[in-house]
C-alpha cells in the first residue's frame, strides 16, 4: 500500500495530539503480544496481525474496499462501518469456533458473516485500510468498557477535528462524521484504553 511512513515519535505526538484532554497523559510504544487462539495458545503481535492481512489482502476484501471507498476519508470510515454492522453479527467465539478466544482475520470474518468484537471491529480497520484511510488516522483499541473488555477502533477526522469511536458492536454510531460526538471516557462507555495499534506500531498509553 502506497502511504506515507510515519516515524514512531511522530505517531506519539499526534496521538497525544488527538487524544488532547481524555485523560492519557502520554503514549510509550510497546510490543504488546496477545492470544488469538486460545486452544492451540497462538499469540501474535497486534500490529503483526494486522499488517500480515494487508500485505497480502484477500482479493474479495481488495474488491469490497474498492466498493465501499468514497470521494473523503469521513465518508468512507462511516460507508465501511454501515456496511460491516449491516453484513455480520455477533456471535460468541465459544459458539462460533468452539474456544473461548479467536481472532479471525478479516476474510474469516467477512465469508463467516458472524464474529464478535476483535472480528467486526477488525474487519472494519481492514476494509478501512484497503479503501485508502492512512493508518494515522485510524487506530485499533483493546481496553475497558462498560460492560467488560473490548476490541473497538477511533477514527481521527482531519475536517471536524475530532476524534470519534468506530464501533461495530458494543457502541455502534452509524451516523454521518459531522454529527458523531467526540470520543471521550465516560462510566457509561468506553472506561480507558489498554493498548492501541495500528499495522506499524503498538503503543500504550500513560494515565
Not at 510515519?6 to 505517531?11: A, Y
Not at 474496499?65 to 473523503?72: C, G, Q, Y
Not at 493508518?135 to 482531519?158: K, M
Amino acid at each position: 500500500m502506497n502511504e506515507i511512513e510515519l516515524s514512531k515519535d511522530f505517531q506519539i505526538k499526534l496521538l497525544k495530539a488527538i487524544f488532547e484532554g481524555r485523560e492519557i497523559k502520554n503514549w510509550i510504544q510497546s510490543f504488546y503480544c496477545y492470544m488469538i487462539d486460545s486452544k492451540y495458545r497462538v499469540y501474535k503481535r497486534l500490529d503483526t496481525f494486522l499488517k500480515e492481512q494487508l500485505e497480502n489482502p484477500h482479493s474479495t476484501l481488495v474488491a469490497k474496499a474498492k466498493e465501499l471507498r468514497k470521494a473523503t476519508p469521513d465518508e468512507t470510515i462511516v460507508n465501511v462501518l454501515r456496511f460491516v454492522r449491516s453484513k455480520i453479527k455477533y456471535k460468541y467465539d465459544s459458539n462460533n469456533y468452539g474456544k473461548a478466544e479467536y481472532w479471525a482475520t478479516a476474510i474469516e470474518t467477512l465469508e463467516k458473516g458472524n464474529d464478535d468484537c476483535d472480528g467486526i471491529n477488525g474487519l472494519i480497520y481492514i476494509l478501512a485500510r484497503l479503501a485508502g484511510i492512512p493508518s494515522y488516522l485510524l487506530y485499533s483499541c483493546i481496553g475497558d468498557v462498560a460492560g467488560g473488555g473490548h476490541f473497538w477502533l477511533v477514527y481521527y477526522s482531519t475536517k471536524f477535528n475530532k476524534l470519534t469511536a468506530i464501533d461495530g458492536t458494543y457502541y455502534p454510531n452509524l451516523s454521518d462524521m459531522q454529527f458523531r460526538t467526540k470520543f471521550d471516557f465516560t462510566i457509561q462507555t468506553y472506561h480507558n484504553i489498554w493498548y492501541i495499534f495500528n499495522d506499524s506500531f503498538v503503543f500504550k498509553p500513560l494515565y
